[in-house]
C-alpha cells in the first residue's frame, strides 16, 4: 500500500455496506429478518411505565429499556417516542449476536405507532445533576447543588451519552443498530472499550445526529470484525472544541499490524470540527486503523492564518500518520489543510511530524484548503467554496426538510416518496393494482396515445401556416379572443426566425411518431421560407420583429442553430452526405462569434443578435445564446465532429464560470458604439438593461442551480447543457445541471407546471416545460435514472392536458364572452387549432387569467417536442442491451412496450431482438414487492442499479414486470406565486405518475377534470 500521493483503492465487499446485498439477514427491522425474534421494548413519556410492552405501558426512561432487554440472544428492538430524554452514561446490558442485531430506534416519521413525529433527542447535558472533575481519577463525580445552575453542555471528561471510562467498557453495545436519534449536551455518541480494547466490535448508526464537545462519534479501543465494521449512514456527526484530540468524529482502533478489514466506514456523512473532522490515535498508542470515507462531508474550521495556530489537517493522526489508513470515495474536503499528523495541537505539547498518512482516492474526491496549502496527489483542488456541501451542516437536512419527510411518509412501505415536494398525506399501495395473473395480453383501459397525439399535432401544424403569405405562421393564438388568431391576410410579426423553424422540427417528428404524410407539402413551404433566411455565409439573418424593433437584417445563433438541427435530423433520416458540408459551415460561422478566456468559450453579446458592425444591444443580451450549445452538440453526435466536441466543452465550461457575465458587452456601456446606445434605449424598461445592468442583474446560474428571470431561456440553454452532459459524463458539468434542473423542479409542481418567469411568477409556460423534460431525459442518462419519472409525470399531466381539444364547457364559455354570432365565427377557426400545445396554464385552470387561454406559437411546438422526447427515449436499444425507461405504449425495432397504466401496475415487453433487456420500474415502486415473468412464468428478480435485469433474452419472449401502484394526496404551494392568483395552493390526488384530481377546480376551464382523458376521433379531412 503506497502512501501519500498515489492513487490505489481496494474495494472489500462485506454484507453491512453494499448496498446490493442490504441488511436483512441480521437486522431485526427487516421484513425478511432471519435472526432471532427478540423482544420489543417501548419507551415513551405518555406511557404508564410499567413493563414497555406496547405504548401505552411504555417506560419513561431509555435505560429501562435496556435494562429490559432479556438475554444476548440479539433480535432486540427498543422504539422510542419522539420526545427529549434527559440522560446520560446509557449502558445495555447484553449485546447482540451474530446474525441477529439489536436495534434502538427513534419513532421519527410515525411508522411504529407513537402518535408523534420528530426526533428522539438524548440530551446528556440536561440530567438533574451537579458534575465536576473528580480530585483523584480522570473522569467526573457528582456532587450537592442546585442543577439549574449548570444546564448546558457537561463537557467533562467520560460524562456522554454512553457510559465508558478507563475501568469500564462498552463493549456490550456490539452489534447494536441505531437509527433517527439526536445525541447532543456532553462529550458526544459512541463507545470506548476501554478495559476491553482489541476487542472486535460491530455497530450500525443511520440517520442520526450527534454533537459533542470532544467528538460527534467515538470508537475505540476496537478491532474491526471482518465483514462488520462499525458503519454510519446519513449522519450529521459534529464537536465543538479544538483542544487535543477532539474531532467530528474520532476513531481508533487496535490493530498491532496493519489489516485488510475496516475499523469503520461513513456513508453519506457530514463530519465537522474546529481542528479536525477525522481524528485517530492516542499518545501512548502506536496501532494502526483503517476507514473508508465514501460520499461524504468534512469540514475542519479553523482557517487560521499559518501565523496564528491554524487546524492540524481535515483528517489527523495524532502521532505517525502511517498509522492510519484512509480510502476516500466521491467525498468533499474543506479546511485549513488535508492531512497532518503530530505538531502542535492546540493545549498540547508540540510533537515530532508524524509523516504522511496512507490514503487512497476513488471517483470523485475534492479538496478545499487554504489558499498555501497543497492537496495531495489524485484530490481535485478547489477553486469554489463548496456551497452545496456546506449547506449539510445544518443537521435538518437529514430529517426535517422536505424531501426527508416525504421519505418518511412512505418508508412505513418501503416505498421512496422523494421526487415529489411539499407535504403528502395517507400514502398508500393500492389494492389489486399489481395483477396476479398477467396471462391478460392486453389492458381493460388503453394508456395514453403517443402516436394519436402526435396525429392530432401534425394537424394543427398543417393549419397553421398561410401558404399564400409564404407560409407564414401564426404566433399570436388565444383561444379566447375573438378572433383566436391571426385571420387569413393579418401579418403576425412575432414568427420570424423562431416559430417556423419549431414547427420545421416538428413536422418531421410528428410524421415519425404516427407515420401520416399529408402534412408534407406544408412542411415544405415551411422549410422553404426557412432557407430564405440562410446566406452563403452559414448564417440565418432575420428581421427582430416585435422584441427588438431594430431595422434591418440580422444574424443569430437562435434561428442558426435551429436549422442546423434540423439538417441534421435530415441526414438521419436520409443519410444525405451533402448536409455533411453545409453543417460544418453553418459550426464554424455559429462559434466564429465567441470569445475565449483561458481556454473557455463565451458570447459577449449573450444571446442577441449581429451585424456587420457588431452585437446589436436587446432585451436578449443578458441571456445566454440559448440555442448555441445544444445545436452544436447535435451536429457532434450526428457527424462525430471532434472540433464540435473540444468547442461544446469549452463553451460549458464558460458557462459554468459565468465568463459570458463577467466580460459581456455591457460590462462598461461607456465603450459601446453610439447605434448601440441608441438600440439599447429600445430596451424593455423592466428588464434593466441600460444602463446598470451588470449591477442589477445577473441572469447567469448560481451555485446551489438557482437563477433569474425567464425560465426558457435559461432552460434552452440547460437543455444543451444537459445533452453534453449525458455525453462527457463530466462530474463537474452533471452535477452543474443536476442543481440546475433541481431548481427548476423546485419551483413547479411534480405534474410538470412550470413558471414563466423565475422572477415574476403568474403562470407556467410549455416552452420551459419542455426544456425540463429534455434536460431530465438527458440527466436520467447521467448516473440519475430517478429522473425517467419526471419525465413520463410531466407528459402524463402536464402536457396531456396542455393538448387543446374542444370541450361542450369550452364552446359554452366562449360563446358566453363573444355571444352567439361571433362565438360561431371564433370557433370555426378555432377548430384549426385543435392538436396544437397551448402556452401558458393557471396552476389548477386551463385560463391563467379569466378571459386568456394562451396558444404562443413558441408553445405549440414545444409541447410536440414533449411527446417526441418521451417516444423517443421509451426504449433505447445500446450496445449493452435494451433499456426499457418509461412505460409508455411503444414500439421499436427492438421492442414492443405495453403499458397497461394508469390503473394496473404492469409493464409487458416483447423482444424483437436477442439480447439482455432492462425494464425500469417507477422509483416509488415498491421493490419488495415487484414480480418478473418470462414468458407468463414467474422468474427470480435480478437487478442492475434501478433497472429489472432479464439476461440473454430471446427473439419473441414477452418480458413482464408487475408492482403495485401508490397513491397519496399532496398538498402543494407555489409560494413565489403573485398574491391573489387562483390556485396558489393546490392539493392533488396521485396514482402512481398520475393526477387523478386537483382542487380547486379552476373558475374557468379547470384542469384535470377526467381521468383516462382519450383523445377524440380525427375529423375526415
Known amino acids: ?142 456532587v450537592e447543588g442546585d442543577p439549574a445552575g449548570q444546564w448546558g453542555l457537561k463537557s467533562i471528561d467520560w460524562w456522554g451519552t454512553t457510559k465508558c471510562n478507563l475501568k469500564f467498557s462498552a463493549i456490550n453495545f456490539d452489534r447494536w443498530i441505531f437509527r433517527n436519534m439526536y445525541y447532543a449536551g456532553a462529550e458526544g455518541f459512541g463507545w470506548d472499550l476501554t478495559c476491553d480494547k482489541g476487542a472486535e466490535f460491530s455497530v450500525i448508526t443511520e440517520d442520526c445526529v450527534a454533537t459533542g464537545r470532544f467528538s460527534g462519534l467515538c470508537v475505540g479501543g476496537h478491532t474491526g470484525r471482518a465483514g462488520e465494521p462499525v458503519v454510519a449512514r446519513r449522519c450529521h456527526f459534529m464537536c465543538f472544541d479544538w483542544w487535543g484530540d477532539a474531532a467530528g468524529v474520532y476513531v481508533r482502533a487496535e490493530n498491532k499490524e496493519k489489516r485488510d478489514v475496516y475499523d469503520a466506514v461513513f456513508e453519506d456523512c457530514t463530519i465537522a470540527g474546529p481542528d479536525n473532522a477525522l481524528q485517530c490515535g492516542n499518545p501512548g498508542f502506536d496501532g494502526y486503523t483503517k476507514v473508508l470515507l465514501k460520499n461524504c462531508r468534512l469540514f475542519a474550521l479553523n482557517f487560521s492564518q499559518p501565523r496564528g495556530q491554524p487546524s492540524t489537517g481535515i483528517i489527523y493522526h495524532t502521532l505517525k500518520g502511517p498509522l492510519l489508513h484512509v480510502d476516500l470515495e466521491d467525498t468533499i474536503l474543506a479546511g485549513y489543510k488535508v492531512f497532518g499528523s503530530g505538531g502542535q495541537q492546540f493545549g498540547c505539547g508540540k510533537r515530532p511530524d508524524g509523516g504522511p498518512i496512507s490514503y487512497s482516492v476513488k471517483g470523485k474526491v475534492q479538496a478545499y484548503v487554504q489558499f498555501e496549502q497543497n492537496v495531495p496527489e489524485g484530490i481535485e483542488r478547489l477553486r469554489y467554496w463548496p456551497v452545496k456541501a456546506f449547506e449539510s451542516l445544518m443537521p435538518q437536512r437529514f430529517h426535517n426538510d422536505r424531501i426527508a419527510k416525504l421519505r418518511g411518509q412512505g418508508a412505513d412501505l418501503g416505498v421512496d416518496m422523494s421526487a415529489f415536494h411539499d407535504e403528502l398525506v395517507n400514502v398508500r399501495l393500492v389494492p389489486g393494482s399489481q395483477p396476479a395473473d398477467v396471462s391478460v395480453g392486453k389492458p381493460k383501459v388503453a394508456d395514453m396515445d403517443l402516436p394519436g397525439m402526435a396525429r392530432w399535432a401534425l394537424r394543427a401544424l398543417k393549419n397553421n401556416p398561410r401558404p399564400h403569405m409564404n407560409h407564414e405562421c401564426r404566433f399570436s393564438m388565444d383561444m379566447l379572443q375573438f378572433y383566436p388568431g391571426p385571420t387569413k391576410d393579418q401579418h403576425d410579426p412575432i414568427t420570424a426566425g423562431d416559430t417556423e423553424n419549431r414547427m420545421d422540427w416538428e413536422f418531421g417528428y410528428m410524421k415519425e411518431m404516427c407515420g401520416d404524410t399529408s402534412a408534407d407539402d406544408i412542411a415544405k413551404g415551411v422549410r422553404k421560407r426557412i432557407l430564405g433566411h440562410l446566406r452563403d455565409d452559414g448564417l440565418c439573418w432575420i428581421t427582430t420583429g416585435a422584441f427588438a424593433r431594430l431595422p434591418g437584417l440580422w444574424a443569430t445563433h437562435w434561428t442558426t442553430g435551429k436549422l442546423l438541427i434540423s439538417f441534421c435530423d435530415d441526414y438521419r433520416r436520409t443519410g444525405d452526405e451533402k448536409l455533411r458540408g453545409q453543417c460544418r459551415k453553418m459550426f464554424e460561422a455559429m462559434i466564429a462569434r465567441a470569445n475565449w ?158 413558471p414563466e418567469s423565475m422572477t415574476v411568477v403568474y403562470d407556467s409556460e410549455t416552452c420551459a416545460v419542455a426544456d425540463v423534460i429534455s434536460m431530465s431525459a438527458y440527466m436520467a442518462q447521467t448516473g440519475h435514472p430517478e429522473y425517467w419519472d419526471t419525465v413520463e409525470r410531466f407528459v402524463r399531466n402536464y402536457i396531456r392536458e396542455a393538448q387543446f381539444f374542444f370541450t361542450p364547457e369550452y364552446e359554452k364559455y366562449y360563446c358566453e364572452l363573444h355571444g352567439e354570432e361571433n362565438g360561431k365565427k371564433g370557433l370555426e377557426m378555432a377548430r384549426e387549432f385543435e392538436g396544437g400545445f397551448q402556452g401558458r396554464m393557471g396552476l389548477n385552470d386551463h385560463c391563467d387569467k379569466p378571459k386568456r387561454y394562451d396558444m404562443m406559437g413558441c408553445c405549440v411546438p414545444e409541447g410536440m417536442r414533449s411527446i417526441y422526447t418521451a417516444w423517443k427515449f421509451t426504449v433505447q436499444n445500446k450496445e449493452g442491451g435494451v433499456f426499457v425507461n418509461m412505460c409508455f405504449d411503444r414500439e421499436t425495432e427492438a421492442a414492443k412496450v405495453t403499458s397497461f397504466l394508469p390503473f394496473t401496475g404492469r409493464m409487458t415487453v416483447e423482444a424483437k431482438v436477442a439480447k439482455d433487456f432492462y425494464l425500469r420500474p417507477p422509483t416509488w415502486a415498491l421493490k419488495s414487492r415487484i414480480k418478473a415473468y418470462v414468458n407468463k412464468k414467474p422468474v427470480p428478480l435480478l437487478w442492475r442499479d434501478s433497472y429489472v435485469f432479464f439476461d440473454n433474452a430471446r427473439q419473441g419472449d414477452e418480458l413482464t414486470i408487475t408492482y403495485p401502484l401508490v397513491t397519496f394526496v399532496q398538498k402543494q404551494v407555489v409560494p413565489e406565486l403573485a398574491a391573489g392568483i387562483a390556485g396558489k395552493e393546490t392539493t392533488i390526488t396521485w396514482l402512481g405518475n398520475t393526477v387523478m384530481k386537483l382542487e380547486p377546480r379552476g373558475p374557468q376551464l379547470p384542469l384535470f377534470q377526467k381521468v383516462p382523458r382519450p383523445l377524440p376521433p380525427l375529423p375526415k379531412e
Open 597 to 754: 478566456v483561458d481556454g473557455r468559450a463565451y458570447c459577449a453579446g449573450g444571446n442577441s443578435c449581429w451585424n456587420e458592425k457588431g452585437w446589436a444591444i436587446t432585451d436578449a443580451t443578458p441571456y445566454s445564446p440559448a440555442m448555441l450549445l445544444e445545436a452544436v452538440v447535435t451536429y457532434y453526435e450526428t457527424f462525430g465532429d471532434k472540433e464540435a466536441l473540444d468547442f461544446a466543452i469549452a463553451f460549458a465550461k464558460g458557462e459554468m464560470a459565468q465568463d459570458q457575465w463577467a466580460n459581456w458587452i455591457m460590462k462598461d456601456p461607456g465603450k459601446l458604439t453610439p447605434e448601440q446606445k441608441e438600440q439599447a434605449k429600445l430596451t424593455s424598461t423592466f428588464m434593466k438593461i441600460w444602463p446598470t445592468a451588470p449591477l442589477n442583474f445577473n441572469l447567469g446560474v448560481r451555485p446551489d442551480g438557482s437563477f433569474e428571470h425567464h425560465s426558457h431561456m435559461r432552460g434552452h440553454s440547460g437543455w444543451g447543457m444537459a445533452h453534453l452532459a449525458s455525453i462527457t459524463r463530466d462530474p463537474e458539468l452533471v452535477d452543474w445541471t443536476k442543481r440546475l434542473l433541481d431548481f427548476f423542479l423546485r419551483r413547479g409542481t411534480d405534474w410538470g407546471w412550470i
Open 1 to 142: 500500500m503506497k502512501s501519500c500521493g498515489k492513487i490505489f483503492f481496494v474495494f472489500v465487499l462485506f454484507a453491512v455496506c453494499s448496498p446490493s446485498l442490504g441488511a436483512a439477514t441480521f437486522d431485526p427491522a427487516a421484513k425478511d429478518y432471519s435472526g432471532h425474534k427478540g423482544k420489543t421494548v417501548y419507551v415513551s413519556k405518555n406511557g404508564d411505565n410499567s413493563d414497555g410492552s406496547c405504548w401505552k405501558k411504555a417506560f419513561h426512561s431509555i435505560q429501562a429499556a435496556l435494562d429490559a432487554v432479556p438475554d444476548d440472544k440479539g433480535g432486540h428492538r427498543i422504539i422510542i417516542r419522539p420526545d427529549t430524554y434527559a440522560e446520560a452514561n446509557l449502558q445495555s446490558k447484553f449485546k447482540g449476536a451474530k446474525g441477529s442485531y439489536n436495534e434502538m430506534v427513534g419513532d421519527f416519521d410515525g411508522r411504529h405507532g407513537s402518535g408523534k413525529t420528530g426526533w428522539v433527542v438524548i440530551d446528556s447535558g440536561a440530567p438533574a445533576v451537579v458534575l465536576k472533575n473528580h480530585p483523584s481519577e480522570w473522569m467526573w463525580q457528582i
